[in-house]
């Protein structure tokens, strides 16, 4: 990308916080925001630990007849781009709603709603069932909805690649502001896996965290004894704009999106391949894209999946990309302190990074006690540090071998 696309508003709705202020104060104490799942008995579930968000409804500008007809994800979806938008000090009453677009990225859709209305469909039969169902649990949902209730009818779209969803809605909508077709687009994801069917299904992928017995040390990317990620629910959103066009505007800019690498392992549908090079491929195409040598880099925000062979292969990646030249650069998983979004990862992931742009700050990776040979870069362990940073980069790969980095410019 030539031209960068300026971020202009952020919204955000995590374990950590439900408003950007409190999600950085909060990030900056270094404390998990992982607890036991309690909203329901997940008593039997080799995982029952969660990045949970609590109190949503108070924070919500939603009328609860719609709040009944949706599922919670797009609740959270809405709830984030109206804090996106004001952030961004749009004018939703001067502004040309044919141009603005919403891009979301998701994993899973909306299962909450999904599991009642089955329910009752088998207690109660067809008539116990509500009318809603077929348009509040799949995974355009939250763009449909949003779109909806601003009447924004601008180019969008809904990515669904597991981990690397949002990261690809993000690329998608940059892509089509600078190419001219929207003026604004709304990007970013949403999940709400914490629910007994979501739950069990993300269970059996076998990559989740089973140290109930400790939920806020469970988290442990790169640990020698890390068993897996922690599942976490939530919606990161940013308004994104062409450069010049927030400059006329006198807007705050967070910082620019410069360019994308994508690839694909073609190894196995739902399993990494056991060669990093493809991965490593995804990471100089980004940098080619940005215009970037690798000692521009300044910080890298890290897919951290805490599985033995995700961050071995990460950490292999790294090495082989930037050699001798890793060492300037710092590396952190901010994730590890509210949990893994899935397929809104990457929305999270990036605003977190323009918060560490625009304030000097390396967020750490926290749990990590003890070396694993075969990950011995340093994750900025435990401890925040300070540092400049200019360029960073952000890792996101999904389930059978999606590979998505994205650069992001002060």
Known sequence: MTERVAITGIGVVSPAGLKKETFWANLKKCKSFVDEITRFDASLYPSRIAGQVH????????????????DVFSHMA?????????????????IDKTRVGVFMGN????????????????VEGREGVSPYMASAWFPAAPQGQVTIYYGFKGYSKTIVADKASSALAIWYGAKIIKEGKNDYVLAGGMEAPITPYALLSSNTCGQLSKNNLN??????????????????????????????????????IYGYIKGIGFSSDGYHYSRYSPDSESFE????????????SKKDVDYICLDAEATPMGDFLETKALKNVFGKDLHNIALSAPKSMYGNLLGAQTALDLIVTLFSINHGTVLP?????????Y????????VLKEKKIDKALLLARGRGGINVVLAIEK
């Open 281 to 292: 491929y995804a990471i100089e195409e980004c940098l080619k894209d940005a215009d970037w």
């Open 78 to 94: 809405l709830v984030a781009s109206e804090q996106a938008l004001q952030d961004a000090k749009i004018d939703l009453n001067n």
């Open 365 to 373: 990776t926290i749990n990590y006690e003890m070396q694993d040979p």
């Open 375 to 382: 990950c011995d870069l340093d994750y900025t362990p435990n």
């Open 107 to 122: 994993a899973i859709g909306g299962w909450l709603f999904a599991e009642t209305e089955l329910r009752d469909m088998y």
């Open 215 to 252: 939920p806020k040390k469970a988290y442990k990317p790169y640990d020698l004894y890390r068993d897996g990620f922690v599942l976490a629910e939530g919606s990161g959103i940013v308004n994104l704009e062409k450069e010049q066009h927030a400059k006329k505007r006198g807007i705050n």
């Open 55 to 70: 109190e949503l409804d108070h924070y919500s500008h939603l009328s609860s007849r719609l709040v009944k007809k949706i």
